[in-house]
C-alpha cells in the first residue's frame, strides 16, 4: 500500500495533464438511454485511487440536451432529447458528416484533464423523398419523335444523405408510350426525364395523367410521390372536311330574300386556332352568283341576298370552299334548282314557338312529348286549290293540320328527346301544289344537354387483394367512372363515402385510392367502404361503388401463451401418460401462419407433450421423495415462413401422499438397551425415541405411544406422544429388564402408517454380567406385537441402513467443540454462576445414564450425534 501511494501519484499526474480525444459513432434518432461509451473506460483510468475520479461537461445547457453523462463513471447515455442529423447539422455533407462536440472536465484537480469528445452521428433513412409540389405538368407536342427526351423539373428531394438520399424514379402507368429515365449531374442530383416511346395523337388522348414515384435506397426503401400531368399540345395535323360534299336545294322564282337556302357543315380534329374554319365561295364562280347569294364565313348559312331573275337561269352551282390554317380547303358544291312560278307561288309563312337563332331551333332534352316546336301558315292559295304539307327528315316529330284551321300546320315532337343519342335533327318541311310545284323550308333543331345522367362505375363491386404491413401511401387501384353528360355536367368528381376509414384517401380528380397507413390484418382484415362518383351538373348527380379491401396475413405475430408461466400441482404417484395441465397458446396470425406445436427445450425422458390439445403428461408414475419438483421449457413454434416461436417456463410441483411410514433413528435397534438406576426418582427424563418421515405436512406429522409393557411395574414409565421423550412416572422396585413396545405413527390420511421399536431398559446399580442381559434381549424379542403393517421389512432395511453410517468423525468434532465451549464459559462467567451450573451438571448425571458411556459428557455426546443423523437424512 506504501509503494502505491508514493509511486502512483505522480504517473496519474502525468497522464492526466495531457488531453485527450475520444470519438464515438452512433446512429440518429435512438431512444433515451442509449449507450454511448465510457469515457474513463476509453482512457484507461485506475478508479481505485482517492479521491475518487469524476466527470461534468464543460458546457451544460449545450451538451445535456443531447447526451447524459454520469459524473461518477464517465459513461455517456443519450438522453430524451431525439438527436436529428438533418435538424443538427442541416448543411452536412455526406464527406463532412455530422459531429456533436463535447468538452468534459475530469476532476479532482490533481488529475484534472480536459478530454475532447466527438460523437459522430450517422445518417439512417427516416425520411422519404418529397415533391415540391403535389401536382407536376409538362407539356409535349403530339408530333414528338420517338427517343424525345422531356425533364421534370420538379425533382424530389431527400434530406438523408448517401444511399438514404433518392436513388431512383419510376412511373406508376405508363400508358404504354412513355418510360421513365434518370440522370445524374456533375453536383450528383437525379433529375428524372419522360421519354416517348410510340408515337402521340392529341386527336386519340390529349392528356395523360399518373403518379411518379422517388424511391430512395433504404432498406426497406421509403417513397414519395406526385402527380404527374402530361399535356399534349396540338399541332396542325388536320385539315377542315365538309360532311357532305355535294347538296342540291330546290328554290322557287319567287323566293323572298332572305330565304334559307342551305347549312354547310364541315369539321376539323384539331384544337383551338389549328382548328378555326372560315367558309368562302370559289373565285371561280361567277360575280354575279356570289353577290346573289348570301355565305357567312362563320356559321356556313346560305341564304338569298336578293330576288331571283327567274328569265335569267334556273340553276346555279355554288362552289364553296372551307379553309383551315395552313391547309388545302376543302370543297363542296351546291346544286341550286329555280322553278319558275307562273302565278304567284304559294308562301311558307314560319312563326317560331320554341327559342330559334338563324334557323336552328334548340329544345332542352328534358322537354315532355309533344312539345311545339313552331307553326307554318301557307298563303297565297287559290279557293279551288289544294296544298299537300308535309315533314322530310328523321326523327321523333310530326307536323300535323292545327285543329281545324285550314292551311296551318304545326311542328311538334312525338317523344323525349335524348341529348345522349342525337344532338341534331335536320328537318324539310315541304308544300306542294297539285301543279307539282313545291316550296322547301329547312330547319335545324339543336337538343340541349341537360343533367339527366348519373355518373356510371365500370366495377359496382371493387375487391382489392394487400398483404398486411404494406408501406404508408401504397397504391390500392383506379376507380373509373364515365358520365354521358356534356361539358361540366360530365366530369366526375370521386369521393369516399362517410363509412370510409380516415387511413384512406381518394384523388378527386384521377379515382386513385391510396392507403396513407400500413394495415394490420389482426386488428383487422376486411374493410367496406362506400366511394361515390359525383358529377359538376345542377343539381349534382351520383353513383356509388362498393369496394372490398381484404388484408392477407403475414407471419408476423409470434406464439402467445396465454400466461407468462405455467404452474401445475400433481398428487405424487399420479399415473403415467395422464393430463398433468394443458398449456394455453394462441397465434394471431391466420392459416399456416397460426398452427402451433409445442416442444418440451430442455429435454426430458420423463414428459410429452400432446400437441393437439397443448397437454402435458408424464410417462411413468412420479416420487415426490425422489424429486419434488420439475422446470420445463416448453416452445412454441408456428408454422409460418420463416417461422416465429416463443418460450414459456412449466413448473411441476408434486403433493405429497401419505406413502413412507415413519423411520425411528433411535433406539436404533430392538436389541440395544440402557442402564436405569433403581434411585432414579420420579419424573426424570430417561431417554427419547427419535423418528423421521420422509413424508411432508400432515403426513409427516409424527405422535408417539406404548403399546405393549413386559418386566417392572405397570405404569412406571410414559411416553409424551409428541417428542416420544419416556420419563420414569413411579419409583422402581423391581430390578431387571422393563421393555416397551413403542408406536410410531404419523397423521397421514386417509390411512395413517406406523412402525414400531423395543425400548429396553435394564434396572440396577451396575451391569454385571452382559451376556446375560443379551440373553434376556433375545427373550424379549418374541414379544407378540397385535399390528404388523405390510412394509414391515421397509423397517427393518430402515435401522439397517442408518446403522451403517460411519458417526466416528462427527463424534469427534462435536466433541472438541463441547470442550472449547465449555470451558471458555467457565473462564468468563462469574463464580456464582459457575456453582449454579455445576448443580444443574450433578442433577443431569443422577437422572439419566446411557448403557455403554461411563460419565455425563457421553449423554450430551450421543444427543449431538442424533441430530448430526438427523441433518444427514
Not at 481505485?48 to 475520479?53: C, H, I, L, S
Not at 467457565?826 to 448443580?839: A, D, E, G, P, V
Given at each position: 500500500?506504501?509503494?502505491?501511494?508514493?509511486?502512483?501519484?505522480p504517473f496519474c499526474l502525468a497522464n492526466f495533464n495531457q488531453a485527450k480525444e475520444l470519438i464515438y459513432k452512433i446512429k440518429e434518432g435512438l431512444p433515451k438511454?442509449?449507450?454511448?461509451?465510457?469515457?474513463?473506460?476509453?482512457?484507461?483510468?485506475?478508479?481505485?485511487?482517492?479521491?475518487?475520479?469524476?466527470?461534468?461537461?464543460?458546457?451544460?445547457?449545450?451538451?445535456?440536451q443531447y447526451v447524459f453523462l454520469n459524473n461518477t463513471s464517465g459513461e455517456l447515455y443519450t438522453t430524451a432529447t431525439e438527436i436529428d442529423r438533418e435538424t443538427l447539422c442541416p448543411d452536412s455533407h455526406e464527406q463532412w458528416g455530422c459531429i456533436l462536440p463535447l468538452d468534459v472536465f475530469v476532476l479532482p484537480q490533481q488529475y484534472f484533464q480536459l478530454v475532447k469528445v466527438k460523437i459522430l452521428i450517422q445518417d439512417v433513412n427516416d425520411n422519404r423523398p418529397k415533391f415540391p409540389v403535389d401536382q407536376i405538368s409538362i407539356t409535349i407536342p403530339e408530333n414528338a419523335l420517338v427517343n424525345t427526351r422531356y425533364a421534370v423539373e420538379q425533382s424530389a428531394m431527400d434530406p438523408d444523405l448517401g444511399v438514404h438520399g433518392v436513388q431512383t424514379y419510376w412511373l406508376v402507368n405508363d400508358f404504354g408510350v412513355f418510360t421513365l429515365d434518370v440522370e445524374e449531374n456533375d453536383g450528383g442530383e437525379l433529375t428524372p426525364f419522360v421519354i416517348v416511346t410510340e408515337a402521340l395523337d392529341r386527336e386519340t388522348q390529349a392528356e395523360y395523367v399518373t403518379d411518379i414515384i422517388a424511391e430512395d435506397g433504404g432498406t426497406p426503401p421509403l417513397l414519395g410521390a406526385a402527380t404527374l400531368i402530361i399535356?399534349?399540345?396540338?399541332?396542325?395535323?388536320?385539315?377542315?372536311?365538309?360532311?357532305?360534299?355535294?347538296?342540291?336545294?330546290?328554290?322557287?322564282?319567287?323566293?323572298?330574300?332572305?330565304?334559307?337556302?342551305?347549312?354547310?357543315?364541315?369539321?376539323?380534329?384539331?384544337?383551338?386556332?389549328?382548328?378555326?374554319?372560315?367558309?368562302?365561295?370559289?373565285?371561280?364562280?361567277?360575280?354575279?352568283?356570289r353577290s346573289l347569294f348570301h355565305l357567312d364565313k362563320i356559321t356556313g348559312v346560305i341564304k338569298l341576298a336578293k330576288k331571283l331573275d327567274t328569265g335569267a337561269t334556273t340553276?346555279?352551282?355554288?362552289?364553296?370552299?372551307?379553309?383551315?390554317?395552313g391547309c388545302i380547303p376543302a370543297v363542296s358544291t351546291i346544286h341550286v334548282n329555280i322553278i319558275k312560278i307562273v302565278t304567284g307561288p304559294p308562301a311558307v309563312i314560319t312563326r317560331y314557338i320554341a327559342p330559334e337563332k338563324d334557323g336552328v331551333v334548340t329544345l332542352k332534352e328534358s322537354e315532355p312529348a309533344f312539345s311545339p316546336i313552331a307553326f307554318f301558315t301557307v298563303k297565297n292559295i287559290g279557293i279551288n286549290q289544294k296544298v299537300e304539307c308535309y315533314l322530310e327528315g328523321s326523327g321523333p316529330f310530326r307536323l300535323t293540320p292545327y285543329q281545324l284551321l285550314r292551311n296551318e300546320y304545326l311542328l311538334e315532337t312525338t317523344e323525349n328527346l335524348d341529348y345522349e343519342k342525337i344532338r341534331d335533327y335536320e328537318l324539310v318541311v315541304v308544300a306542294r301544289k297539285t301543279q307539282d310545284l313545291v316550296i322547301k323550308t329547312f330547319l335545324k333543331v339543336q337538343v340541349l344537354d341537360e343533367n339527366d345522367n348519373a355518373p356510371v362505375f365500370e366495377q359496382s363491386l371493387v375487391k382489392i387483394l394487400i398483404d398486411e404491413n404494406n408501406s404508408p401511401n401504397t397504391f390500392l387501384t383506379q376507380l373509373q367512372a364515365t358520365d354521358q353528360d356534356s361539358e361540366e355536367r360530365g366530369e366526375v368528381v370521386y369521393l369516399l363515402g362517410g363509412d370510409a376509414p380516415e387511413i384512406f384517401v381518394l384523388d378527386r380528380v384521377t379515382g386513385v385510392l391510396t392507403v396513407a397507413t400500413s394495415l394490420d390484418r389482426e386488428e383487422k382484415e376486411t374493410y367496406r367502404f362506400i366511394v361515390r362518383a359525383v358529377d359538376k351538373g345542377t343539381p349534382k348527380r351520383e353513383s356509388i361503388a362498393t369496394v372490398v379491401l381484404t388484408v392477407q396475413d403475414r407471419n408476423d405475430n409470434s406464439p402467445r401463451f396465454l400466461n407468462k408461466d405455467f404452474t401445475f400441482f400433481v398428487p405424487e404417484n399420479f399415473p403415467g401418460y395422464g393430463e398433468i395441465g394443458v398449456m394455453s397458446v394462441t397465434d394471431a396470425d391466420a392459416?399456416?401462419?397460426?398452427?402451433?406445436a409445442l416442444s418440451i427445450v430442455n429435454g426430458s425422458d420423463t414428459f410429452m407433450i400432446d400437441t393437439g390439445r397443448g397437454a402435458l403428461r408424464a410417462k411413468t408414475s412420479l416420487d415426490r421423495e425422489q424429486q419434488g419438483t420439475y422446470q420445463l421449457w416448453i416452445e412454441a413454434v408456428d408454422g409460418g415462413e420463416p417461422a416465429l416461436s416463443c418460450v414459456t417456463m412449466v413448473t411441476v410441483l408434486l403433493l405429497d401422499v401419505n406413502d413412507n411410514p415413519p423411520i425411528v433413528l433411535f433406539p436404533q435397534s430392538n436389541q440395544s438397551y440402557m442402564l436405569v438406576l433403581p434411585s432414579t426418582l420420579p419424573g426424570t427424563s430417561i431417554t427419547e425415541v427419535y423418528a423421521v418421515d420422509r413424508d411432508t405436512g400432515m403426513n409427516a406429522v409424527i405422535a408417539y405411544s406404548i403399546i405393549k409393557r413386559k418386566g417392572g411395574d405397570p405404569g412406571s414409565f410414559a411416553i409424551d406422544p409428541e417428542t416420544g421423550n419416556i420419563t420414569l412416572k413411579r419409583e422402581l422396585s423391581n430390578r431387571g429388564l422393563h421393555s416397551l413396545l413403542v408406536k410410531v405413527s404419523d397423521h397421514g390420511q386417509p390411512e395413517p402408517l406406523y412402525s414400531t421399536v423395543m425400548v429396553n431398559f435394564f434396572v440396577n446399580e451396575t451391569v454385571s454380567n452382559e451376556s446375560y442381559i443379551q440373553s434376556l434381549l433375545t427373550k424379549e424379542a418374541d414379544i407378540e406385537v397385535e399390528e404388523r403393517p405390510w412394509y414391515i421389512s421397509r423397517m427393518r432395511e430402515g435401522p439397517e441402513r442408518y446403522e451403517s453410517l460411519n458417526c466416528q468423525p462427527v463424534l469427534i468434532v462435536l466433541s472438541v467443540m463441547c470442550l472449547g465451549l465449555f470451558f471458555l464459559v467457565?473462564?468468563?462467567?462469574?463464580?456464582?454462576?459457575?456453582?449454579?451450573?455445576?448443580?444443574h451438571r450433578k442433577k443431569q448425571s443422577e437422572a439419566e445414564i446411557p448403557l455403554k458411556m461411563k460419565n455425563d459428557l457421553a449423554q450430551g455426546v450421543n444427543r449431538k450425534i442424533?441430530?448430526?443423523?438427523?441433518k444427514h437424512l
Open positions: 500500500y506504501i509503494v502505491l501511494l508514493y509511486s502512483s501519484p438511454g442509449t449507450y454511448i461509451g465510457a469515457i474513463g473506460l476509453d482512457l484507461n483510468l485506475d478508479f481505485t485511487v482517492d479521491p475518487p475520479f469524476s466527470f461534468s461537461f464543460a458546457q451544460k445547457k449545450v451538451n445535456e399535356l399534349i399540345t396540338d399541332v396542325n395535323d388536320n385539315c377542315p372536311q365538309f360532311t357532305e360534299s355535294q347538296i342540291n336545294v330546290t328554290l322557287h322564282g319567287n323566293a323572298s330574300k332572305g330565304t334559307h337556302l342551305a347549312r354547310l357543315h364541315a369539321f376539323d380534329p384539331d384544337l383551338g386556332a389549328n382548328a378555326q374554319i372560315s367558309y368562302a365561295y370559289s373565285e371561280r364562280m361567277p360575280r354575279d352568283t340553276f346555279y352551282k355554288l362552289t364553296v370552299l372551307a379553309n383551315g390554317p392459416g399456416e401462419n397460426g398452427w402451433v467457565i473462564m468468563l462467567t462469574s463464580f456464582l454462576c459457575l456453582r449454579r451450573f455445576k448443580k442424533r441430530q448430526a443423523d438427523l
